[in-house]
């Protein structure tokens, strides 16, 4: 039962253009909501994080949206550069409980020149 | 500064081989996670420690797997009589605290290949 979704497994855009990754959960307890990016034989690097009291956090180029009552956020980088290309990762977490991150499958950013 | 580094970064062990990962978190963090990453899947959490203590343990998949953090400091993973399933990258997370917002910094992995 995968309670962070993220049901495109790829996407391409040409640079310069919008890329728009999204993400749903099932767990209405989750709280916290992480994006982290992740190259090739690399770690995931953080991103971008919005608290459920939030519909909106921005930073540079990429902004996050949580819609809670759709259960669904999205990531949006503007403008998209090559060096974006790379596998996203969103993450969810729930205030008091574990501290673990569940994350959803990845998405495959592919930005073009 | 330095972030965190694991070790081996490959590991090609035989079924039935006992394996030790290690993690060197970055310098003052609390908090440790190892979460298991299979191919075309995101990471899963297995266990997390705040310092030497550890808290959750709910991910471990079996028995046969069982972490360590003797100091607070560096940790091991270590996995029992190996497995094919077991095949995956074995990804550690630092923190400086325990409060769930405080990013979490991922080493590059460790990648396991069971034959």
């Known amino acids: 039962d995968q309670q962070v979704k993220q049901n495109s497994p790829s996407l391409s855009v040409q640079e310069g253009r919008i890329s728009i990754l999204n993400c749903d959960y099932t767990?209405?307890?989750?709280?916290?909501f992480l994006w982290y990016k992740k190259y090739p034989a690399e770690g995931p690097t953080f991103l971008i994080s919005?608290?459920?009291?939030?519909d909106k956090n921005e930073d540079g180029r990429f902004t996050v949206f949580l819609n809670k009552s759709a259960k669904h956020l999205s990531l949006h980088i503007v403008p998209s550069q090559p060096g974006d290309s790379a596998v996203y990762f969103c993450?969810?977490?729930?205030?008091?409980?574990?501290?673990?991150?569940?994350f959803g499958k990845g998405t495959k950013l592919t930005v073009n020149p | 500064g330095a972030g965190v580094s694991q070790s081996p970064r490959y590991k090609v062990a035989k079924r039935g081989q006992d394996v030790a990962l290690r993690c060197d978190p970055i310098?003052?963090?609390?908090?440790l996670f190892w979460y298991q990453q299979a191919l075309g899947q995101g990471p899963e959490f297995l266990t997390y420690?705040?310092?030497?203590?550890?808290?959750?343990k709910s991910g471990l998949p079996s028995d046969r797997f069982f972490a360590e953090r003797p100091e607070g400091s560096v940790s091991t993973l270590k996995i029992q009589r190996t497995q094919q399933e077991d095949s995956a990258v074995y990804l550690c997370?630092?923190?400086?605290?325990?409060?769930?917002?405080?990013?979490?910094?991922f080493g590059p992995g460790t990648r396991l290949l069971v034959l």
């Open positions: 993450a969810a977490i729930t205030q008091g409980g574990s501290e673990k991150l569940v």
């Open positions: 420690f705040q310092n030497e203590a550890q808290l959750d």
């Open positions: 767990n209405s307890m989750f709280d916290y």
């Open positions: 310098s003052g963090h609390v908090s």
């Open positions: 919005i608290s459920s009291i939030k």
């Open positions: 997370a630092s923190s400086w605290y325990d409060r769930y917002q405080e990013t979490q910094y």
